[in-house]
Nanobody
Framework: QIQLVESGGGSVQAGGSLKLSCEASGNTYGSYSTGWFRQFPGKEREGLAVIDSYGLLRYAEIAKGRFTISQDKAKDTVYLQMDGLKPEDTAMYYC?????????????????WGQGTQVTVSS
């Protein structure tokens, strides 16, 4: 089992930046993939970016150009750098792990989820 803890959310003005962190603990050995998702109230979670344990990554169209996913394997931590934030980026952000290498951004693929971190962007 892998446990995930997100951090780095908060309030920022439009145009600002935030860097979210997702620290994993537990069974972090072997091949797996970590994705970042967000959820608006009353909506389904949407995938933003994913990186696998070999560094292969993929972005959703909505994330390209503004969001950057990276990882520090020594710290078992995956990051999401978010630049040029807009009020419409206001949401709860989650990281999740799939127990194999994948670049899918479908939430149903991921079996372990963090508790989420709130991002609020004001105009």
């Amino acid at each position: 089992q892998i446990q995930l803890v997100e951090s780095g959310g908060g309030s920022v003005q439009a145009g600002g930046s935030l860097k979210l962190s997702c620290e994993a603990s537990g069974n972090t050995y072997g091949s797996y993939s970590t994705g970042w998702f967000r959820q608006f109230p009353g909506k389904e979670r949407e995938g933003l970016a994913v990186i696998d344990s070999y560094g292969l990554l993929r972005y959703a169209e909505i994330a390209k150009g503004r969001f950057t996913i990276s990882q520090d394997k020594a710290k078992d931590t995956v990051y999401l750098q978010m630049d040029g934030l807009k009020p419409e980026d206001t949401a709860m952000y989650y990281c999740a792990v799939a127990p194999y290498r994948t670049t899918t951004l479908a939430p149903t693929t991921y079996t372990a989820w963090g508790q989420g971190t709130q991002v609020t962007v004001s105009s």
